[in-house]
C-alpha cells in the first residue's frame, strides 16, 4: 500500500488529469465529422478510478452500472458502447447520445476507466434528427442499444457496428463520430498508463483516492455554510410537452440533516404524455447539484465524485424527473436546464449574493433535412444559444451556451455544406433583464433555406420568463416565425414542431429567450447602461422605465435627469422584489 502522496506530487497529477481530460476533447472534434461534436463540442469526456469514480471531468456515476452488467467480465482492449437512458441506469438521457467506456489496465492491473459520451446526429426513428417534438413513447425516438462490446479485447465486433450504422440517416456522420469517441477513451488510457509509469501504480491510485478525499472535504465546507437545516423551496416551468400539455411544474427543496444536503423534488409534476421527461441517474443528480454548489460558491474545488455520500436526491417515481418506460425522452433538455433554474432560485434564498438568475432554459435546436440539387440527401443540426443569467460578479453573457466548452457553429461551416444562407445573427434588443448585472440577451438567427425540404425546432422559455433575482428583473422569451418566399410577413410557429415543409428562399426567424437580470436596477451605472444602449442591447425607452436613466439624443447619460428620475421611481416601487417572474402559471390558474 503506497503512502500518503506529498502535495506537489498530487497536484502533478491532478494538473496531468485535467490535461488529458482536455486532450479527449481535441482528440474527438479532430476526428468527428458532425457539426454538432465538430463544432459545437456536444461531447462529454471523463476519467475515472477502478471502482468507477469521476476523478476529472463533467458527467460521472455510470460505470459502476456498466461493469455490474458485465459481472467483472471486462478486459484489457474492451470498448463498450451503449444509447439506452433505460438500460443504463440513465447515464445518458436520450438516444441521440453513444456513450463509450473503455477500462484502463497497467501491467495488467485495472486501474481506472475512460469513457465519453457524444450527440449523434440522426439515430433512426420517426424524424430525421431522431428528436420527435411528439413521440408518446421511446419507441419513436430510435434505435435503443443496451451496453454491448463495440471491441472484444481489441477486436472490432462488426455486426454491432453495422447494426447501429444501418439504423441512421447518418451512418457516415455516425461511424466518425462514434470512432472519435473511442479514439479520445485510448488517449485518456495512454495518458493514466504514463501516470503509472512515472510515480508508480500504488501513488497514482492513492493520488486518485486523495483528490476524491479533499473534494468531499471542501464540499463539507459549503453545505455548512450554504444550507441551512430548515427547508427552502423553489419552483419553476417548463413551458410545455409538444403535445399541446402544460406548462409542467418542477420543484425543489433543499435542507440539511447533519453533514448530509438533502435535494429533494417532491411535488414536481407527474412524467408528461410528451418527449420532456428527463429520466436522470440518481448519481447524475447529485453531480449537477454538486457543480452548481462548486461553480457558485468555490470554483477553485476540482469537480468530481468524492462528495457523493453527502448527497441525498428524492426523485419520485414516475414523475418528470424518474419517468417510468417507455415515457418518451427526446427533448429532456426542457427540463434538464429547468433542473439547473431551480437550483439556483432555492439556493438563491440563502445565498443571494452568491447566487444567478434564471437563463434561456433549454438547448434550443434547428434541424433542415432534404436533397439538393444532385439529390444528395442533406441533414443540418445546430444547437443555439440564449441569454445566460446575471451574475453576482457581473452581466450574463449574450448569446452563449449553457454547457461547458460548448461553441456556435460558425456561419461559414454551415453555409459551405448546406444549401442555407445565415442572413441574421444578433442579440435581442431589451431581451436581457434588466438589473444591477444585466441577463444576457437571447439571439435572433436569420436562416434562408436555398432548396425545398423541411424543417424541425424544438426549444422553450416561450411562456415562462426566465426569472431574475435579488431585485433584477424577469427576461425576455422564445418565438419562432416563418417568411414566405415573395412575403413580408411572418407567421409565428411553435416552439417545438418536425417536418414543417419549406420551399427555397423561405425565411425561418428563430429568436431565443434572455436571461434575468442580478440585483437592482436602478443600482446599475448610469454608463453601463447608455452603453448598452448604443450597442443596441437596450432600447432608450427600457433605460428610462426599467434603469431610471435619461439619454440625450446620441445616447448619453443626463445627470441631473437621471438622478431624479431614480429618486422617484424608487420612492413609487420601493424595496425591490427577490424574486421578478413576468409570469406564473400558478397565478394564472
Given at each position: 500500500?503506497?503512502?500518503?502522496?506529498?502535495?506537489?506530487?498530487?497536484?502533478?497529477?491532478?494538473?496531468?488529469?485535467?490535461?488529458?481530460?482536455?486532450?479527449?476533447?481535441?482528440?474527438?472534434?479532430?476526428?468527428?465529422?458532425?457539426?454538432?461534436?465538430?463544432?459545437?463540442?456536444?461531447?462529454?469526456?471523463?476519467?475515472?478510478?477502478?471502482?468507477?469514480?469521476?476523478?476529472?471531468?463533467?458527467?460521472?456515476?455510470?460505470?459502476?452500472?456498466?461493469?455490474?452488467?458485465?459481472?467483472?467480465?471486462?478486459?484489457?482492449?474492451?470498448?463498450f458502447?451503449w444509447?439506452?437512458?433505460?438500460?443504463?441506469?440513465?447515464?445518458?438521457?436520450?438516444?441521440n447520445?453513444?456513450?463509450?467506456?473503455?477500462p484502463?489496465?497497467?501491467?495488467?492491473?485495472?486501474?481506472?476507466?475512460?469513457?465519453?459520451?457524444?450527440?449523434?446526429?440522426?439515430?433512426?426513428?420517426?424524424?430525421?434528427?431522431?428528436?420527435?417534438?411528439?413521440?408518446?413513447?421511446?419507441?419513436?425516438?430510435?434505435?435503443?442499444?443496451?451496453?454491448?462490446?463495440?471491441?472484444?479485447?481489441?477486436?472490432?465486433?462488426?455486426?454491432?457496428?453495422?447494426?447501429?450504422?444501418?439504423?441512421?440517416?447518418?451512418?457516415?456522420?455516425?461511424?466518425?463520430?462514434?470512432?472519435?469517441?473511442?479514439?479520445?477513451?485510448?488517449?485518456?488510457?495512454?495518458?493514466?498508463?504514463?501516470?503509472?509509469?512515472?510515480?508508480?501504480?500504488?501513488?497514482?491510485?492513492?493520488?486518485?483516492?486523495?483528490?476524491?478525499?479533499?473534494?468531499?472535504?471542501?464540499?463539507?465546507?459549503?453545505?455548512?455554510?450554504?444550507?441551512?437545516?430548515?427547508p427552502?423551496?423553489?419552483?419553476?416551468?417548463?413551458?410545455?410537452?409538444?403535445?399541446?400539455?402544460?406548462?409542467?411544474?418542477?420543484?425543489?427543496?433543499?435542507y440539511?440533516?447533519?453533514?448530509?444536503?438533502?435535494?429533494?423534488?417532491?411535488?414536481?409534476?407527474?412524467?408528461?404524455?410528451?418527449?420532456?421527461?428527463?429520466?436522470?441517474?440518481?448519481?447524475?443528480?447529485?453531480?449537477?447539484?454538486?457543480?452548481?454548489?462548486?461553480?457558485?460558491?468555490?470554483?477553485?474545488?476540482?469537480?468530481?465524485?468524492?462528495?457523493?455520500?453527502?448527497?441525498?436526491?428524492?426523485?419520485?417515481?414516475?414523475?418528470?424527473?424518474?419517468?417510468?418506460?417507455?415515457?418518451?425522452?427526446?427533448?429532456?433538455?426542457?427540463?434538464?436546464?429547468?433542473?439547473?433554474?431551480?437550483?439556483?432560485?432555492?439556493?438563491?434564498?440563502?445565498?443571494?449574493?452568491?447566487?444567478?438568475?434564471?437563463g434561456y432554459?433549454?438547448?434550443?435546436?434547428?434541424?433542415?433535412?432534404?436533397?439538393?440539387?444532385?439529390?444528395?440527401?442533406?441533414?443540418?443540426?445546430?444547437?443555439?444559444?440564449?441569454?445566460?443569467p446575471?451574475?453576482?460578479?457581473?452581466?450574463?453573457?449574450?448569446?452563449?451556451?449553457?454547457?461547458?466548452?460548448?461553441?456556435?457553429?460558425?456561419?461559414?461551416?454551415?453555409?459551405?455544406?448546406?444549401?442555407?444562407?445565415?442572413?441574421?445573427?444578433?442579440p435581442?434588443?431589451?431581451?436581457?433583464?434588466?438589473?444591477?448585472?444585466?441577463?444576457?440577451?437571447?439571439?435572433?438567427?436569420?436562416?434562408r433555406?436555398?432548396?425545398?425540404?423541411?424543417?424541425?425546432?424544438?426549444?422553450?422559455?416561450?411562456?415562462?420568463?426566465?426569472?431574475?433575482?435579488?431585485?433584477?428583473?424577469?427576461?425576455?422569451?422564445?418565438?419562432?416565425?416563418?417568411?414566405?418566399?415573395?412575403?413580408?410577413?411572418p407567421?409565428?410557429?411553435?416552439?417545438?414542431?418536425?417536418?414543417?415543409?419549406?420551399?427555397?428562399?423561405?425565411?425561418?426567424?428563430?429568436?431565443?429567450?434572455?436571461?434575468?437580470?442580478?440585483?437592482?436596477?436602478?443600482?446599475?451605472?448610469?454608463?453601463h447602461?447608455?452603453?448598452?444602449?448604443?450597442?443596441?442591447?437596450?432600447?432608450?425607452?427600457?433605460?428610462?422605465?426599467?434603469?431610471?436613466?435619461?439619454?440625450?439624443?446620441?445616447?448619453?447619460?443626463?445627470?441631473?435627469?437621471?438622478?431624479?428620475?431614480?429618486?422617484?421611481?424608487?420612492?413609487?416601487?420601493?424595496?425591490?422584489?427577490?424574486?421578478?417572474?413576468?409570469?406564473?402559471?400558478?397565478?394564472?390558474?
Open positions: 500500500m503506497a503512502t500518503k502522496v506529498d502535495p506537489i506530487t498530487l497536484d502533478i497529477i491532478e494538473n496531468a488529469l485535467k490535461n488529458a481530460r482536455f486532450e479527449m476533447d481535441g482528440v474527438v472534434v479532430r476526428i468527428s465529422l458532425s457539426p454538432v461534436i465538430r463544432e459545437q463540442h456536444d461531447e462529454f469526456p471523463m476519467i475515472c478510478d477502478a471502482r468507477g469514480r469521476m476523478i476529472v471531468g463533467q458527467f460521472g456515476s455510470y460505470i459502476p452500472a456498466i461493469v455490474e452488467k458485465f459481472e467483472g467480465d471486462i478486459n484489457e482492449g474492451d470498448v458502447v444509447n439506452d437512458p433505460y438500460a443504463c441506469k440513465g447515464s445518458i438521457s436520450h438516444n447520445d453513444w456513450c463509450v467506456m473503455m484502463i489496465f497497467h501491467e495488467e492491473v485495472l486501474v481506472g476507466f475512460s469513457s465519453i459520451f457524444g450527440h449523434m446526429v440522426d439515430v433512426g426513428g420517426k424524424v430525421p434528427g431522431s428528436m420527435p417534438a411528439d413521440a408518446h413513447t421511446i419507441w419513436e425516438e430510435g434505435l435503443r442499444v443496451p451496453p454491448v462490446r463495440i471491441y472484444d479485447r481489441g477486436v472490432l465486433n462488426k455486426g454491432v457496428l453495422d447494426i447501429m450504422l444501418n439504423n441512421s440517416r447518418t451512418p457516415d456522420m455516425n461511424r466518425a463520430d462514434l470512432m472519435a469517441l473511442i479514439a479520445g477513451c485510448r488517449t485518456a488510457s495512454v495518458r493514466v498508463r504514463e501516470l503509472c509509469d512515472r510515480f508508480g501504480r500504488d501513488t497514482y491510485t492513492t493520488a486518485c483516492d486523495m483528490l476524491l478525499d479533499r473534494t468531499r472535504e471542501a464540499m463539507k465546507v459549503l453545505i455548512d455554510k450554504y444550507i441551512s437545516e430548515e427552502v423551496t423553489f419552483t419553476d416551468y417548463v413551458d410545455d410537452d409538444g403535445l399541446g400539455n402544460g406548462p409542467f411544474k418542477m420543484t425543489l427543496s433543499i440539511r440533516r447533519g453533514d448530509i444536503a438533502v435535494f429533494d423534488w417532491t411535488g414536481t409534476d407527474p412524467q408528461a404524455p410528451g418527449p420532456i421527461n428527463f429520466h436522470i441517474h440518481e448519481g447524475l443528480c447529485k453531480l449537477f447539484f454538486g457543480v452548481y454548489m462548486i461553480m457558485a460558491f468555490d470554483p477553485s474545488v476540482l469537480f468530481n465524485e468524492g462528495f457523493y455520500d453527502l448527497f441525498e436526491v428524492v426523485l419520485p417515481e414516475g414523475s418528470l424527473l424518474n419517468p417510468k418506460f417507455p415515457a418518451a425522452l427526446s427533448n429532456r433538455l426542457n427540463t434538464h436546464t429547468r433542473f439547473f433554474d431551480c437550483q439556483a432560485g432555492a439556493l438563491g434564498q440563502r445565498a443571494p449574493h452568491l447566487s444567478m438568475a434564471a432554459g433549454t438547448s434550443p435546436h434547428f434541424i433542415f433535412t432534404g436533397h439538393d440539387k444532385d439529390g444528395k440527401y442533406f441533414q443540418l443540426m445546430e444547437l443555439l444559444f440564449g441569454g445566460v446575471g451574475r453576482p460578479r457581473g452581466d450574463g453573457l449574450d448569446g452563449h451556451a449553457w454547457w461547458p466548452l460548448f461553441s456556435a457553429t460558425p456561419i461559414e461551416y454551415i453555409e459551405n455544406y448546406y444549401p442555407v444562407l445565415v442572413e441574421g445573427y444578433r435581442i434588443r431589451d431581451s436581457g433583464g434588466a438589473g444591477l448585472h444585466r441577463g444576457g440577451a437571447g439571439i435572433e438567427k436569420i436562416y433555406v436555398l432548396e425545398t425540404g423541411k424543417v424541425s425546432i424544438h426549444d422553450d422559455r416561450e411562456v415562462v420568463p426566465p426569472w431574475g433575482i435579488n431585485g433584477g428583473l424577469y427576461g425576455g422569451t422564445s418565438s419562432k416565425w416563418l417568411v414566405k418566399k415573395g412575403e413580408t410577413e407567421t409565428r410557429i411553435p416552439s417545438k414542431i418536425d417536418n414543417l415543409a419549406v420551399e427555397a428562399g423561405d425565411r425561418i426567424l428563430f429568436r431565443t429567450a434572455g436571461a434575468g437580470g442580478w440585483g437592482d436596477p436602478l443600482d446599475r451605472p448610469a454608463e447602461v447608455a452603453r448598452d444602449v448604443r450597442y443596441d442591447l437596450v432600447s432608450a425607452e427600457a433605460a428610462a422605465e426599467k434603469y431610471g436613466v435619461v439619454l440625450t439624443p446620441d445616447n448619453r447619460v443626463e445627470p441631473a435627469a437621471t438622478e431624479k428620475l431614480r429618486t422617484e421611481q424608487h420612492a413609487v416601487r420601493g424595496a425591490p422584489e427577490p424574486f421578478s417572474f413576468g409570469y406564473f402559471p400558478q397565478a394564472a390558474e
